[in-house]
Every structure is written in C-alpha cells, then in structure tokens.
C-alpha cells in the first residue's frame, strides 16, 4: 500500500507539472487554434452555422460569426433570393473570410456597403472558407452556391490553391480532387473524427513544432528544390522558376476546378470573374527578400530562381485558356502599397488598409467592365475608421489598485501611513503593467521566429534568477517534496506544490526590489 500511494504522489507531482506547463504554452500561443470548420463528406469541412469564434494576436483581435446558413453574412442572408437584386457572390479562402480582420473592415462588406451608398440594389453573399482551395469552391458551388442563384460570381485564387488542388488532405480533414477534364475524382470523402490527443495539447504541439524545425523534410509538406540543400514548405513551390513536378499536376488539377466551376456558373445563369490575389512578396519589396532569406519561407533560395508572381501569372493564364474574365489588382495594389501597409507582418493576409485597397480596386476594374449595375447617383466609400479597440488595462488596473490598496491599509493599520501605502501599491502595480504591456510591445517588434524563443528564454532567466535567490532554500523546498512523496501523502501533494510555489516566488520578491514586479508579473 505503502509502494502504491508512493506511487500515486509521484503521478500527481508530475500531473501539476505538466498541467502548468500546459497552461504556460497555451499562454504563449501554442493551444489548438480555434476554428469554425466541421467535417463535411463532400467538400471536407464547412463552417459551422450560428458559430462564433474570438482570434486575438499582438497585430489584432477580431470575432468571427456565422449566421443560420453558415455563412460569415447578416443573419437571414441565405439561398432565399431578395426581389429585385443582383446577386454577387464572392468563393475563396481566407482572404474572402476576413480570417484577420472584423467585418467592417473586410473588402467583402466594405464594397457591399459602398454599393448601398450608392444606390444600388447589389446583394453580396460572403462565401469564403478558411483554408479552402480552387477544388473545394468550385464543388461547394455546385452542391450549396447555386441555390443563392447568384448573377456575378467572384472566384478569388491565391498562390498555395495550385499546391493543395493536387493534394488529397489539408491538415486533419481530407479534401476532394478534380481530374485536369474537370470531372471530380473523390467520391464521399471519410470523416477524420475528432482532434487527436496531439493536436489538442499544447505540449505536443510544441514538441511537434521543435522537431519541425530540426527536420524539415518529407512530403507532402516539405520538398527539397533541386541544388539546394533546404527544405521548404511544398505550399511555396509554385513561386519557383523551375517547379518541382507535384506542381504541374496541381496545375492541372486547377484548370479542372475551373473548368468545373465555369460549367456549374454556365448552368446556373451565373457570370464567373476570376480575381487572382497577389502575396504579400509580390507587392512589398521588403517582404519579398525577408519572405526569400527566412528558414520559415524559401530558406536563403537565390532570386533568380523564383517569382512571388508566378502564381498569379499561371492563374491569369488558365482563365485566358478557358476564357475566364479574370481581374489583376496588381498594379492597384502596387500604387497604394507605395504610401501604407498593406498586409499584416506575422499574418500573410490583407490589413485594414489592404482590405480597404482592394475593395477600391474591385469597385472600379467591375463598373469600368459592366460586370455590375451602373450607380443611379454618387457616391463614395463609407469611411471606416482603423483605430484601435478602447483599451481595458487602465479599468483593470484602477480595480486591483483600489482592492490591493484597501487590503494593505487595512492589513497594515497603524504601522504604515494610508497614502503612503496606496502609493506603493500603485507603483508596484505600474511597474507589472508596465512589464506586461510593454512586453508586449517588444514581442511584436521582434520577427515572429524569434518571438516565442525569446519569451521562453525570458522565462527561463527569471525562474533561474529565483532559484539562484533561494540559494539553500531550494534544498529544503526538494527535500519537503522529498518527504512528503515518500511518505506517499499523495492527497496532499497538489497544496504542498501550490504553497511550497508561492511561498518561494514571494521570498524571492521581498529579498529583491528589482525583481518583485516580474515576480508578481507571474502570478
């Protein structure tokens, strides 16, 4: 009994330290990523309906919501068609979900909203999906887009579409495959079932995610490009001058997307307009040569052997093949990027500014077109102003000021003065804003590789720093641990853990002034 319960201590020992490191990696980013997808045996996955999802990053903080239909759109908007509109209906990946930006802020609505200021009876359904590739919305079309019975449909194509259109599984789901004739390949595709125990841990992630960067090899994901001696994502091959030969089957698997897509809108009575989106490399020169020399892009692969606009190129040319209308924001794009921003610095996807650059571009290449009704009167984009969420830190921090402040006067009656007392603690509570904040701050100027490593090795130097501090301490904090497993007080191991923890931060804090507010920074 004695050897179990022994046993059982040591179990729940390492329990309570996995659960904090658990907790401390979900902190630092590295939790399962939320997701509005749900298994769907035709296409893969489809967005959830009536769902609703919060993404936070040191670049934004956005809410993404479905309506009934499962759609990123007003409540309501459905296949039920409005009397007396033109339906424009907008297929893509990421890009057309607005997967970084809130709505008032994404080109979908903000060129919906312009069409409404100026008068015209244009119904805009948003039928873009996060991680969708050419395949998957030329075949949602076919089973779902056609029962909106749209007039216009914009079909927006990104670089990596060329890559996965040849693939059979995007991460955890499987994925369906055109044939290059335009006859679909996969029949009912199998569910995945739930996310797997790695995929669900934080921990394993991270451990995944090291090995990854140890050994970045193996298809599907990585491939090798020929006289180079880095592996590189398989996504970004179709940057290549000379491409790897996956690429021309994905190619070719795309031109039978669109072959697909362009017969089910010929069916429908729908106008198909292809939009090929531009990378971010292809518009910002800086981008392009961090994008090149990054182990987490082309790994330091010579310019003259890729193209950020290849892709876009490949794309303009099969909807010339097939006789496709198709739009190139290139040169618009290239105009606003000379005076702001236009993509996110972590995230590859449109800011507000890119967003709002790209709804302009839309509204004038589809009016000088006629793909559109003409406007009956004037009118200009609403403005959306980009400011910054009010912030909640000095609400938070009033609140713990004033609670902290009171419990130490009270504590402290009589043998430290009222003022003098608040003043510490709202000091003290400054210095740990200060350090969260500014924190923050600093993570986000430093390149998204270095970002993480930098934040555990902060956290490394400050528990060495404190075990430094307990000196001789931390040998009698091992040896009560000691104790009390072989003891096999298991029941009690989770207090002696929290108490033992605590105690030792708090020692530490009160033997060094300048280290107290990191110190409290943890808690």
Known sequence: MRAINVLLAILVSLAIGLGVFEVGLRILGFGPPKTLNQFDASVGWVKRPDARIGKHTNEFDITIETNEHGLRDDAGVGPEEPAGKTRVMMLGDSFVLGYTVDRKDLFVDQLENWWKAEGRSIDVINAGTEGYSTDQEALWFQEVGAKYRPDLVLLFAYENDLFWCGEKRYQRFPKPLFSSDGKLESGKLVDPGPASVSERSAILRFLALQRARFARKGPPAFFQPAGSSSWIFSEFAPVLRTPPTFVADGVARAEGALLALQASCQAAGAKLVLVAIPSESAIEPAEREKFRTSSQGLGGLSDDRWDPNLPVETYLALARELGIEALDPRPALLAAAKTEKLY??????????????????????????????????????????????????????????????????????????????????????????????????????IPPKFATGAVLGFVVLLLGFVAYKLGR????????????????????????VVLLSIGSLLVVAASSPLIAPFIYTLF
């Open 344 to 445: 996110f610095d972590s995230e590859w996807h449109f800011n507000p500014a890119g967003n709002e650059s790209f709804a302009g571009f839309l509204h004038d290449e589809l009016d000088a077109r006629s793909l559109v009704p003409a406007a009956p009167r004037a009118g200009s984009m609403p403005l959306v102003a980009h400011e910054e969420p009010t912030p909640r830190w000095p609400y938070v921090y009033a609140a713990l000021w004033l609670v902290l402040g009171s419990a130490f006067v009270i504590t402290y009656r009589g043998k430290e003065s009222p003022v003098r007392g608040f003043l510490g603690v709202g000091l003290m509570l400054a210095l740990v804003f200060a350090i969260v904040l500014g924190g923050g701050v600093l993570i986000g100027g």
């Open 473 to 496: 301490r931390l040998a009698t904090i091992l040896e009560l641990l000691r104790s009390f497993t072989l003891r096999g007080h298991w029941y009690l191991m989770p207090l002696v």
